[in-house]
């Protein structure tokens, strides 16, 4: 039997989330390695490209989120078959992608500094980017982004909507996703009632 680890940090979200809800859903058993941020920076030099996920199948490490989504979700039947569908799906995992780099730039960022570039990426490039995820859901029919069905594409934007959403970024609304883009919150909400999501949090919940 072929053995997965996926090592990322010890909490349910970002990167790493859409591959594990991909595993739990595909009933692949997988080693749910998570690490407090301090562990990290213990063993950052260690991954390929000094950061995470990482992902071991038999042992051998293989890096980058989307990569792991389509893998993954390949396995559990959560991405198109129908290569035009599937180009629509890695569209968003991209574009989600990015937004993470820019979100991610201001970390570590303090005080006015900080809420000047959060101030300027709500009004900026987050703005675009909901709005540019809200055309994409519209082209996918409204209810998913491709394939007429829940792929890879709506967890990994469920997961980042549901972040910008949590209130966690200091100067980012909560309500922002709501305003700029309110089919893409409809569209957060049914995806975090969808059973693969549901079932995959009733066990994270349950015993063991
Ligand atoms: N393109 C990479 C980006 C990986 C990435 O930036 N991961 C973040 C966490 S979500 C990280 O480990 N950053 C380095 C750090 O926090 O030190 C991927 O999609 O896996």
């Known amino acids: 039997m072929t053995a997965y680890k996926l090592t990322y940090f010890d909490f349910d979200g970002g990167r790493g989330e859409p591959v594990r809800i991909a595993f739990h859903a595909a009933g692949i058993e997988f080693d749910d390695n ?15 490209f000094n950061a995470l996920p990482v992902l071991e199948i038999d ?8 990569a792991m989504c389509r893998y993954v979700g390949k396995l559990a039947g959560l991405n198109p078959v129908d290569d035009r ?7 968003v995992l991209d574009a989600v992608e990015d937004n993470s780099h820019r979100i991610g ?3 570590g960022l303090e005080g006015d500094e900080l809420r000047k570039a959060r101030e300027t990426l ?6 675009v980017f909901l709005r540019g995820l809200d055309d994409l859901l519209a082209r996918g029919g409204g209810r998913y982004f491709a394939d007429g069905r829940l792929t ?9 909507t549901r972040w910008i959403g949590s209130g966690v970024l200091d100067h980012v609304p909560a309500d922002l996703v709501e305003r700029v883009a309110p089919k893409l919150a409809e569209h957060r909400t049914r995806i975090g009632a969808e059973p693969v999501v549901t079932a995959y949090y009733a066990s994270r919940s349950g015993p063991g």
């Open 105 to 107: 730039r201001t970390f």
């Open 85 to 91: 569908e599937a180009l629509y799906c890695d569209e």
């Open 34 to 48: 998570r690490l407090s941020f301090a562990e990290l920076s213990g063993m950052r030099a260690s991954t390929r």
């Open 122 to 127: 709500v009004e900026g490039w987050l703005t």
């Open 152 to 160: 890879v594409a709506d967890l990994k934007a469920y997961m980042e």
């Open 59 to 66: 042992g051998a490490a293989v890096t980058q989120s989307n």
